[in-house]
């Protein structure tokens, strides 16, 4: 069995010998790969066009950023094209012209500086891409901090790593990520 990110998901473990690709309903090759058709017979869907999106991760663990950028590029259409383990190689990052992306994940404690510091100086800058926050500090006020500092989501790391899948796939399926999930109410 595969364990979460971050110690046992149960909603993230799958028997060894199934792909999470395959295994996962949104990511456009797990229709194609799970159906019975051959792929003669397959027919283009419109809706599983899905724009790879470039993101931007955050995040002073090493351990914990190298399953999230795996898991992220599995499980959606995600491209990682940096990281940072601290606010100042963040902010220089995001400041550099050349680097480019549509979603910067976000821990609010880091090896230097805040996650913070990172969500308001983004959200006031020219950083275009959507703002999400990712920790295991996600309480109530915290959640509001960050939405306030400009945050688009917050997910718990303990416990909302599946529905950060599911914003990344909505956000890449060209919607605004916005569901019926709403962890405030």
Known sequence: MLLGLFG????????????????????????AASSPASSADAQPSSDLAMTQLKAFIVEDSPVIRENLVAALEEMAPIDVVGTAEDELGALSWLADSQNRCDLVVVDIFLKSGSGLGVLKAASTGSVAAKLVVLSNYATPDMRRKCLELGADRVFDKSNEIDALILYCCRLADGGTGSSEYNPLS
């Open 8 to 31: 046992p998901a149960p909603c993230l473990t799958l028997d060894a010998s199934v792909s999470l690709k395959r295994a996962h309903p949104l990511h456009p090759s797990a229709a």
